[in-house]
């Protein structure tokens, strides 16, 4: 149990176009979700925390209207890139805490590899 | 940034000898978590540490911490082949509604 599935796991777009990714906990329901980004051999970043039924908190320095972030359902968050330019081709990741353990363990989807060309 | 720092950055051994990596922190915290990439993949959770606990286990993983000095490791005895992966540690602070930050990672390579 406890999975997060992410879609897409790679994505090429060109520039100025918009990029939805897709974060679902499959057998739970996450209140919140954890948005971040990852350049190629560095660390995870935070760029933001989905509630659902609320905006979202974005992490100092993370334009909101450039990464839209909505967490529509118990179960779903999104978040798209707009007029997306090559600098923002990264490895964005999500995460789900479950909250019936504890609330403290983070579970990750696989990830999502943007190219913008 | 309060992203802690890990070292080693890179680390290579043979299969059979133990790995250990340490991790360091800035803030008083919950718990520590250390977690698991594969190249291009997403995390997996390996082992929790909460601030009152000194010691954990589990399996071949042997976690430390030490909140006085902000620090913590991460042990993997008997290394195999199949360890080779990038390691994080993730802090859980106090006062911040659950955000996890994330160390700068520790990329062990495990040769046979």
């Known amino acids: 149990g406890a999975v997060v599935s992410q879609h897409p796991s790679w994505v090429i777009c060109k520039s100025g176009t918009s990029v939805k990714i897709e974060c679902r906990s499959l057998d739970f329901q996450a209140t919140t979700m954890f948005w971040y980004r990852q350049f190629p051999k560095q660390s995870l970043m935070l760029m933001a925390t989905s509630n659902e039924g609320s905006k979202a908190t974005y992490e100092q320095g993370v334009e909101k209207d450039k990464f839209l972030i909505n967490h529509a359902s118990l179960t779903l968050s999104t978040l798209t890139v707009t007029s997306a330019h090559p600098e923002d081709s990264s490895f964005y990741i999500c995460?789900?805490?479950?909250?019936?353990?504890?609330?403290?363990?983070?579970?990750f989807g696989q990830g999502t590899r943007l190219t913008v060309v | 940034s309060q992203q802690g720092e890990e070292d080693p950055q890179a680390l290579s051994i043979q299969e059979g000898e133990n790995a250990t990596m340490n991790c360091s922190y800035k803030t008083s915290i919950n718990n520590l978590q250390w977690y698991r990439q594969n190249s291009g993949r997403g995390l997996v959770h390996l082992i929790l540490i909460r601030s009152n606990e000194r010691e954990k286990h589990s399996g071949r993983l042997r976690v430390t911490l030490d909140t006085s000095k902000k620090s913590s490791s991460l042990l993997i005895t008997a290394s195999r082949a199949a360890d080779t992966a990038s390691y994080f540690c993730a802090t859980d602070a106090t006062g911040t509604a659950s955000k996890l930050t994330f160390g700068t990672g520790t990329r062990l390579q495990v040769t046979l």
């Open positions: 995460s789900a805490k479950h909250p019936y353990r504890g609330n403290t363990e983070a579970f």
